[in-house]
T-cell receptor
Framework: EAQVTQNPRYLITVTGKKLTVTCSQN?????MSWYRQDPGLGLRQIYY???????DKGDVPEGYKVSRKEKRNFPLILESPSPNQTSLYFC?????????????FGSGTQLSVL | GDSVTQMEGPVTLSEEAFLTINCTYT??????LFWYVQYPGEGLQLLLK?????DKGSNKGFEATYRKETTSFHLEKGSVQVSDSAVYFC????????????FGKGTKLTVNP
């Protein structure tokens, strides 16, 4: 089954404790992206990747890192989480190069930073 | 830059009522337009899309027409069901080569029996 898999589904942590949210897709997509969803703000892009070893900042990259060592994986790293990073996070992927291609989304990771 | 503006929610309707969720956009080129739906506890999934002016996207009884003259892509459904309760996002993707999808803020729809 074609899917984007995020883990964990829920995460509660404390300020300053490094964490990683994993994202994996099985569709051989070139493009992958991370979004955060906050009430009243909709979805905002954090980072994206056009292919292996190619990553770039989205609209709200501060406090986040990503890597793309393999085509299928695109982990989101919070080196020193802060309470303002409490949010619902989504990973998404798609084929590249066609403007009408849809994004496939993971089920989300609800992160709470205390 | 590109942007999408959706009507403020939440929207509450009775079953079988008519639904309209307004969406307008600003883009420098000729974007592709999308409606995504997010059911409770799930990720977003594509509901419908349109790639050029006057195209009509449709799926599951929902429709939206790409109106270049009014820069709009309003979502409509003639008779909503309780199962349509979800958050709906309008989005655009510019044809300039960037893969970035720009989303509206979302409109929460609740349909009561």
């Amino acid at each position: 089954e074609a899917q984007v898999t995020q883990n964990p589904r829920y995460l509660i942590t404390v300020t300053g404790k490094k964490l990683t949210v994993t994202c994996s897709q099985n569709m051989n997509h070139e493009y992958m992206s991370w979004y955060r969803q906050d009430p009243g703000l909709g979805l905002r892009q954090i980072y994206y990747s056009m292919n292996v070893e190619v990553t770039d900042k989205g609209d709200v990259p501060e406090g986040y890192k990503v890597s793309r060592k393999e085509k299928r994986n695109f982990p989101l790293i919070l080196e020193s989480p802060s309470p303002n990073q409490t949010s619902l996070y989504f990973c998404a992927s798609s084929w590249q190069g066609q403007t009408n291609e849809k994004l496939f989304f993971g089920s989300g990771t609800q992160l709470s930073v205390l | 830059g590109d942007s999408v503006t959706q009507m403020e929610g939440p929207v509450t309707l009775s079953e079988e009522a008519f639904l309209t969720i307004n969406c307008t956009y600003t883009a420098t080129g000729y974007p592709s337009l999308f409606w995504y739906v997010q059911y409770p506890g799930e990720g977003l999934q594509l509901l419908l899309k349109a790639t050029k002016a006057d195209d009509k996207g449709s799926n599951k009884g929902f429709e939206a027409t790409y109106r270049k003259e009014t820069t709009s892509f309003h979502l409509e459904k003639g008779s909503v069901q309780v199962s349509d309760s979800a958050v709906y996002f309008c989005a655009l993707k510019d044809q300039g080569g960037s893969e970035k999808l720009v989303f509206g803020k979302g409109t929460k729809l609740t349909v009561n029996p």
